[in-house]
Nanobody, 124 residues
Framework: VQLQASGGGLVQAGGSLRLSCAAS????????MGWFRQAPGKDREFVAI??????YYADSVTGRFTISRDNAENRLYLQMNSLRPEDTAVYYC????????????????????WGQGTLVTVSS
């Protein structure tokens, strides 16, 4: 299984970007898919996930980011609005065939497949 993330770039604060993650297999085979990010000098952190039909968001992005998936196109998306400098990071898409227990779904070690990451830089 391969995941290919794209859509990152440089944007001014307040701007928007849409990240895309293309999967080499049918996305409906993944019960859990999500986005994580890693800022310079920091650990990788949960951003948004789609787990067995339920969406979860980190508090820091709630109301600004939206996760969606298109099973016909085998893609996962992350629409990011009202971007802030603190959103600057490498964003990774992740997937797992099995549903993940809700209490563990925000943990990156629960995901088997990972994309290569796409850099998002938000200037102030």
């Amino acid at each position: 299984v391969q995941l290919q993330a794209s859509g990152g770039g440089l944007v001014q604060a307040g701007g928007s970007l849409r990240l895309s993650c293309a999967a080499s297999e049918r996305t409906f085979s993944f019960n859990a898919m999500g986005w994580f990010r890693q800022a310079p000098g920091k650990d990788r952190e949960f951003v948004a996930i789609w787990n067995a039909g339920t969406r979860y968001y980190a508090d820091s992005v709630t109301g600004r980011f939206t996760i969606s998936r298109d099973n016909a196109e085998n893609r996962l998306y992350l629409q990011m609005n009202s971007l802030r400098p603190e959103d600057t990071a490498v964003y990774y898409c992740a997937a797992n065939q099995n549903r993940i227990a809700s209490g563990s779904a925000r943990s990156d070690y629960m995901y088997r497949y990972w994309g290569q990451g796409t850099l998002v830089t938000v200037s102030s």
